[in-house]
């Protein structure tokens, strides 16, 4: 069994990127240097730049050609929402990694940040994945569907984002709900009496990055805004939390924590890191985080 190393993200580190002047202002070279970062490592960490709510879109924007949404956040700007996923510890997961579209890129923005306590985790599926025993490594080759229940104004607002003609969930039919399930295979979906989603999606919990290998999932991850989901293997055996405490504790040994400053901003690949948040101590009203995502084409 692994134990937990509280191993911080080091400043020390060349993509830990620190301001040379007081609120000075993100230059193209600092972009360069963060995705050197994205590509080498899987992410890149700005410190003590100037930093507002433009400022983070900006930089999101540098690196996503396009934006997606979770339907069950708050939106906090145009291009960022809010994050709020109660005060318990969050577990690791890609972002939407329980959807047919899950961003390429992830970015965090601390507007204000806790005194102590919830931390930011992040765990390199690559790293997780070689620490991995063999017949756990070859366990997760095969597909895994999902299955769970959506509500109805979820799956609306999800098919309003994700719909190339669409911009609102008003103008929402079974047709377009239909016409997104078909975009991506995998996907299966039945509406229930209530007009909730009976929803499967087939995914992989293993990813190819750059001939590597990463364990880049939302097994471990949370359901704070939504039904907790059931994961089945491809032969139908059900993973059980026996297997999931097994792979949490593996990916402990080789997550750092990012203690929050005001005005941090991190960019997260995606296909390759999954994150998490220690338990928030204290007011969490303290604690006022947003999040960005996008794709890359």
């Given at each position: 069994m ?10 020390q ?17 600092h ?7 994205l ?20 930089l ?19 291009m ?59 366990r ?17 607002t999800?098919v ?10 008003e103008?929402?039919?079974f047709?377009h709900?239909n ?5 991506v ?5 039945k ?6 989603l009976?929803?499967?999606?087939t995914?992989?919990p293993?990813l ?5 290998t ?33 792979l ?7 997550t ?6 005001d ?10 890191i ?11 009203k ?9 794709r890359?084409a």
């Amino acid at each position: 069994m692994q134990t937990s190393t509280k191993q911080q993200l080091s400043t020390q580190n060349p993509y830990f990127l620190i301001a040379d002047e007081p609120q000075q202002a993100i230059q193209p070279h600092h972009l360069a240097q963060a995705q050197l970062g994205l590509e080498e490592q899987g992410w890149a960490l700005f410190r003590g730049f100037h930093h507002d709510l433009d400022c983070f879109s900006q930089l999101v924007s540098s690196f996503c050609q396009t934006l997606t949404f979770d339907p069950a956040r708050e939106f906090s700007s145009h291009m960022s929402q809010k994050v709020d996923a109660g005060t318990l510890a969050v577990g690791l997961h890609t972002e939407n990694g329980n959807t047919p579209f899950p961003p390429d890129l992830v970015a965090f923005y601390s507007q204000k940040s806790a005194l102590t306590g919830s931390q930011t985790t992040v765990c390199d599926g690559i790293a997780l994945y070689n620490a991995l025993p063999i017949a756990l490594q070859q366990r997760f080759e095969s597909s895994i569907t999902v299955s769970r229940t959506l509500p109805e104004h979820l799956w609306k607002t999800y098919v309003a984002n994700e719909h190339p003609k669409l911009t609102s969930q008003e103008s929402v039919t079974f047709n377009h709900l239909n016409e997104v399930i078909n975009m991506v295979p995998g996907q299966s979906g039945k509406l229930n009496d209530n007009g909730d989603l009976d929803y499967q999606l087939t995914i992989k919990p293993l990813l190819k990055k750059k001939g590597k290998t990463a364990f880049a999932n939302a097994l471990l991850g949370p359901s704070f805004n939504y039904q907790p989901p059931t994961y089945r293997f491809a032969d139908g055996c059900k993973i059980d939390q026996e297997l999931l405490d097994e792979l949490a504790s593996y990916a402990e040994a080789h997550t750092f924590e990012l203690q929050w400053q005001d005005g941090d901003m991190i960019l997260i690949d995606n296909n390759r890191i999954m994150h998490g948040r220690r338990a928030i101590e204290g007011d969490p009203k303290q604690r006022q985080l947003v999040i960005a995502m996008g794709r890359n084409a």
